[in-house]
């Protein structure tokens, strides 16, 4: 795996000493042993590739709105408001 970011993470002692023994036997650095760690978890995780965000995909094979729905909800929009301040008026 290439090397290509550095960060720094704070830990509970607790969590460091888990990792440090879980890299042992497998002959990792701690550091190494994050990484699969991490790796793992992002793996399982389902996600859209090369995008981001929690709502890109979500709605994947739903209906695209067209400009003619925006348009109709504008109006209902602009309507309730309309009537909104037509009632305060009074």
């Given amino acids: 795996m290439a090397k290509d970011a550095a960060?720094?993470?704070?830990?509970?002692?607790?969590?460091?000493q888990a990792l440090q023994a879980h890299a042992r036997p497998q002959?990792?650095?701690?550091?190494?042993?994050?990484?699969?760690?991490?790796?793992r978890e992002i793996a399982k995780e389902p996600s859209v590739r090369g995008v981001h965000?929690?709502?890109?995909?979500?709605y994947?094979?739903?209906?695209?709105?067209?400009?003619?729905?925006?348009?109709?909800?504008?109006?209902?929009?602009?309507g309730s408001l309309e009537r909104g301040r037509s009632r305060r008026g009074s």
Wanted: glycine fraction near 6%; proline fraction near 4%; hydrophobic fraction near 50%.
């Fill in 7 to 16: 960060i720094t993470v704070r830990l509970p002692m607790a969590l460091k």
């Fill in 53 to 58: 965000g929690k709502l890109l995909g979500l």
């Fill in 27 to 39: 002959r990792r650095s701690l550091s190494a042993q994050i990484a699969a760690c991490l790796e």
């Fill in 60 to 78: 994947a094979g739903t209906r695209v709105p067209s400009n003619a729905d925006f348009a109709r909800v504008r109006r209902r929009l602009w």
